[in-house]
């Protein structure tokens, strides 16, 4: 009951390396468009307001 054993063929190999890297590429361009779009303000909101104190007249 033993069956052949067939290794995958290189063409197959090299379309499923060749879909790996574009999934990957795409994903990397995804996350950075986010990055870019998000960037900066984000982190500009999240900061400390400063306090301001007014002073007593004294008289």
Do not use: E, H, W
């Not at 060749?18 to 960037?39: N, R, S």
């Amino acid at each position: 009951m033993n069956r052949n054993y067939q290794p995958t063929s290189n063409r197959a190999r090299a379309a499923f390396a060749v879909v790996a890297l574009t999934i990957t590429v795409a994903l990397g361009a995804f996350i950075d468009t986010l990055a870019f779009q998000y960037g900066p303000d984000g982190t500009l909101a999240a900061g400390k307001t400063p306090v301001v104190v007014a002073a007593a007249d004294r008289r």
